[in-house]
Structures are given as structure tokens and as C-alpha cells.
């Protein structure tokens, strides 16, 4: 009873990360027109989380968190987060930007510290847990994005409504947290995040291989998400249909975000998931830059079965760290560098279209980059021969 406690209390916290922030991009027109604020002042403000998601990982194993029970620091930080967005739909710009800013921080801890409690508490249950708590946060990002507008519209008439809204959800989760964190003794959480053995990690090619999949997969993602609406419109599809096709993508990820991982990557080895969502990643990147007219829904769609890399690279994260002690530092290198290579990612692209004034490059890069996934990816997903000898022995 109690653990089920807790996972209502985890889906709740994955719900909370995500939607806060993507409710933030349709109301561009009215959160400018409102505050005054110019283009690259908007593009600014998008661009806060996933710089500071990469920056700011370190913080959920920083001295700070270790000096207290991981339940609390989670509880702490999803404390942060409210108040965090209840400032930035208030008052001016200036709370706008520093909520958002605030709020990032708060995620990218938690980004950290939830996947070390997936880990120490749910064991060989850990490749469930995991696919369905990043299924939760693709879903409230998608409802974020998409019910904005028409909370704004159905409330308070401008952009406030459609933001403020969202502190609704870590809210509830702060409400469900805390028995969570009641329940653990200081006692029993004090060693699960520790100083951080960086030297260890740091000389361990596993470490590294899981780092750069982390990296890889959150690029060809964000990219994807940035460029492929003006992709779409350049090649003669309207706004509108281009938004929709960006929403096919992401909206099939959702169900192989859950499902591959559920159906291939049920134990220790992580391949036969791998595989398949960088080899659709792959062919979908190659065939939007060669056959881009021939067939594009069956590149948007296989685009989309990519997109669900997401949980296989936090099951690698979490399987792959040798000892809890681990487990943190790990999360936060892999995010950590993950992020703000991703956040380079959509800059890359667009230079390269710039640069050659099509769009074949830049999609044949992204498939490039996918090669690169599959053979690091390969070596990430398989375990270590000490967790197959830890497996036998716990049979």
C-alpha cells in the first residue's frame, strides 16, 4: 500500500515538470503584446529551461541535497516549483523571467534526484517504473502546449490564466509528497545521495557511453521540435498542417514511449529497444532529406517511434550506475550534458541550413548523429558483467 503510495506520489512529481513550461510557447503573441517583450526577449525566456535543465543537473547532488533524507530535498524542491510559478504568472516581466527561471532550477534537480529514488526503491521493477514515468511527463507537456490557450481563453481573457493554471499540478504533488517523506527515516535515506565519487565516473567508459546517448537522443529530439514545423512550410505545407504533423510525431512517442521499453527492454540488457528507436530515428531523418515528398507521413511517423528514446536513455542511466552512490552523479553528468548539447542542437541545424540554403544536410546531420546513437547505444544498453553476475545470484 505504501509503495503504491509512492508511485502515485512520482507520477505526480512527473507531472509537474513539464506543462508549466511548455504552456509558455502559444501564448507568445500575448505574453508580448502584454509585457512589451521583443522576439529575442521571448526566444530568451523558451530557451531559460533547457539551458539550466544542462547547467543547473548538479544541484540535486549538491551539498545542499546531501545534507538531507532524498524524500525531503524532493519535497523542498517541488516547494520551490510552486512558488516558483505562482511568481512568474503575477506580477511583470521581471517575475515572468525570474519564476521561470526559479522553476528550471527546481526541475533540473528533480530531473536528478527522482530517477536515484526509482532506482533504490523499486529494484528489478525499475524498467516499469521508469517508461511510465516518462510517459506521464510527455503527457502533460503535450496538454501544457495544447490547453494554454483555450484556459486562457475560457478564464481570465489573456495569457495568465493559461499559466497560472499549471501550479495546480506540483501542488497536488507537494500535498501527496509529503507523507512520502514522512514515511522515510533520516536513517534509512541518509546514504542514498552521497558525495559524488567524480573520479570514479569520470574513468569509467560506461559512464561516458551513457552520457553521449543522453546527449544524442535529447539533440535529434529538441532539433526535431524546432525545426521540423519550418521544415514543413517550406516545402508548401500550411501552418497549420505543419503543427499538426509536429503533433503526430510527438503524440505517437508517447504510447512507444511506454510500450517499446515494456515489450523489448524488460531486464538488464537494453539493446532490442535501443535498436529499434535509433534505427527508426535513422530511416525517418533519411527519408525526410531524400524522399521527403515520396512518402512524409511514414517519416513523421517513424520521426515519432525515435522520439520515444527518452526512457531508454534514463533506464540506462539508472540501470548503469554501479551503487546508489552513483546513481546521482551519473544522472547528473548524463542530463547535465545532455542538455546543453541538446540546447546546441536547433543552433547547429540552423546554420547548416542557412549555410546551404536546403534542407537535405541538415536532416542527412540528423541521421548522421543517429549512427553515432545507435554504436554508443549499443554499448550503453548492455549490462556490465557484474550486474549479470548480481542477477544470477539474486535468482
Not at 534526484?113 to 524498467?127: A, C, E, Q, Y
Not at 558525495?195 to 565516473?201: D, E
Not at 567508459?205 to 535529434?220: D, E
Not at 540552423?350 to 536546403?358: C, K
Amino acid at each position: 500500500m505504501k509503495r503504491g503510495r509512492e508511485v502515485v506520489a512520482l507520477m505526480a512529481v512527473a507531472a509537474s515538470q513539464r506543462s508549466a513550461l511548455t504552456s509558455v510557447p502559444p501564448q507568445i503573441n500575448a505574453i508580448r503584446s502584454d509585457l512589451h517583450l521583443s522576439l529575442s526577449q521571448f526566444a530568451a525566456l523558451t530557451s531559460i529551461p533547457l539551458i539550466l535543465f544542462g547547467l543547473a543537473a548538479p544541484i540535486g547532488i549538491s551539498k545542499f541535497a546531501r545534507r538531507k533524507p532524498t524524500e525531503s530535498a524532493i519535497l523542498f524542491f517541488i516547494g520551490t516549483l510552486v512558488v516558483a510559478l505562482s511568481l512568474r504568472a503575477l506580477f511583470n516581466s521581471t517575475a515572468l523571467f525570474l519564476g521561470t527561471v526559479i522553476a528550471s532550477l527546481a526541475i533540473a534537480a528533480l530531473n536528478v534526484l527522482v530517477p536515484v529514488i526509482i532506482k533504490r526503491d523499486f529494484g528489478s521493477n525499475l524498467t516499469k517504473i521508469m517508461p511510465v514515468y516518462t510517459v506521464v511527463l510527455a503527457i502533460f507537456a503535450t496538454m501544457g502546449a495544447a490547453l494554454s490557450v483555450p484556459i486562457s481563453n475560457a478564464t481570465t481573457h489573456n495569457w495568465r490564466g493559461g499559466i497560472a493554471i499549471w501550479v495546480i499540478i506540483p501542488f497536488t504533488a507537494l500535498i501527496l509528497w509529503i507523507p512520502v517523506a514522512r514515511h522515510h527515516s533520516n536513517a534509512h535515506v541518509a546514504t542514498t545521495i552521497q558525495k559524488a565519487p567524480w573520479r570514479a565516473i569520470f574513468r569509467d567508459p560506461m559512464s561516458w557511453y551513457v552520457t553521449l546517448y543522453m546527449g544524442i537522443q535529447s539533440t535529434t529530439f529538441y532539433t526535431t521540435v524546432a525545426w521540423l514545423p519550418k521544415t514543413l512550410i517550406d516545402w508548401g505545407h500550411s501552418p497549420a498542417s505543419a503543427g499538426s504533423l509536429l503533433a503526430l510525431t510527438t503524440g505517437i512517442s508517447i504510447p512507444c514511449s511506454l510500450l517499446i521499453p515494456l515489450w523489448l527492454g524488460r531486464g538488464l540488457d537494453q539493446r532490442k529497444p535501443m535498436v529499434l528507436v535509433s534505427c527508426a530515428s535513422l530511416i525517418g531523418f533519411i527519408g525526410m532529406a531524400a524522399a521527403h515528398d515520396t512518402a512524409p507521413l511514414l517519416w513523421i511517423i517513424l520521426l515519432g517511434i525515435g522520439q520515444s528514446s527518452f526512457p531508454t536513455a534514463l533506464v540506462m542511466i539508472a540501470l548503469r550506475a554501479r551503487s546508489l552512490s552513483e546513481a546521482g552523479p551519473l544522472s547528473a553528468m548524463a542530463q547535465g550534458v545532455g542538455y546543453i548539447v541538446a540546447a546546441l542542437g536547433p543552433i547547429i541545424v540552423g546554420q547548416i541550413h542557412q549555410a546551404t540554403d536546403s534542407w537535405k544536410a541538415p536532416y542527412f546531420f540528423l541521421a548522421s548523429l543517429c549512427v553515432l546513437q545507435f554504436f554508443i547505444g549499443w554499448r550503453a544498453a548492455q549490462p556490465r558483467p557484474e550486474e549479470v553476475a548480481a542477477a544470477k545470484e539474486s535468482k
